[in-house]
Antibody
Framework: EVQLVESGGGLENPGGSLRLSCAAS????????MSWARQAPGKGLEWVGR??????????EYAAPVKGRFSISRDDSKNMVYLQMNSLKTEDTAVYYC????????????????WGQGTMVTVSS | DIQMTQSPSSVSASVGDRVTITCQAS??????LAWYQQKPGKAPKLLIY???SLQNGVPSRFSGSGSGTHFTLTISSLQPEDFATYYC?????????FGQGTRLEIK
């Protein structure tokens, strides 16, 4: 069974840092592109960023609101993906989801096909 | 950035009804669109990708159509478990924006 389990959420002050972790199982992790998405309380979904496989360069892309502050990385030896969040702002308060990235046969993004249960991040003084 | 606009924002319907939700892209995205279902307190679930392809395990009462800028998600005969919030997402270019969501409620 494909499973993603996030951890590392909590309460942090504005300007602080948090690192979220996502443990993956049930699929060949080193072949998977991975992504993070978030959802502020009572709001809609927002894509945060994605990371390609190591063999494809491990390239990352980010949404504008987090670019330069957030960083996605992966450790294929541990089947883990991480979201390092620096310079946190109150508007970063959200549930953060780790997801797999469904690709077409031509390696185009088709959708976020497996989601973790999410981890809550609250940024407040 | 491509903006995604869903309509309606909310809809009330009864079990057995046919419901259609619309998603409009601010510029053409060919068929690069996904639909998700989210129930309260749960993670979203991918229903449809590439505008009309059903994800594995999704009931056939769900269908998607459209291309360019106009897309629809149709539920042919509503079941009790279908009452949820639905989101579209353009999968064409970064940033991969979602629509604002459509809440489907029981009448």
């Amino acid at each position: 069974e494909v499973q993603l389990v996030e951890s590392g959420g909590g309460l942090e002050n504005p300007g602080g840092s948090l690192r979220l972790s996502c443990a993956a199982s049930g699929f060949t992790f080193n072949n998977a592109w991975m992504s993070w998405a978030r959802q502020a309380p009572g709001k809609g979904l927002e894509w945060v960023g994605r990371i390609k496989t190591k063999t494809e360069g491990g390239t990352v892309e980010y949404a504008a609101p987090v670019k330069g502050r957030f960083s996605i990385s992966r450790d294929d030896s541990k089947n883990m993906v991480y979201l390092q969040m620096n310079s946190l702002k109150t508007e970063d308060t959200a549930v953060y989801y780790c997801t797999t990235y469904r690709l077409s046969v031509t390696k185009h993004f088709d959708g976020l096909d497996t989601w973790g249960q999410g981890t809550m991040v609250t940024v407040s003084s | 950035d491509i903006q995604m606009t869903q309509s309606p924002s909310s809809v009330s319907a009864s079990v057995g009804d046919r419901v259609t939700i619309t998603c409009q892209a601010s510029q053409g995205i060919i068929t690069r669109l996904a639909w998700y279902q989210q129930k309260p307190g749960k993670a979203p679930k991918l229903l449809i990708y590439a505008a009309s392809s059903l994800q594995n395990g999704v009931p056939s009462r769900f269908s998607g159509s459209g291309s360019g800028t106009h897309f629809t998600l149709t539920i042919s005969s509503l079941q009790p478990e279908d009452f949820a919030t639905y989101y579209c997402q353009q999968t064409n270019i970064f940033p991969l924006n979602f629509g604002q969501g459509t809440r489907l409620e029981i009448k």
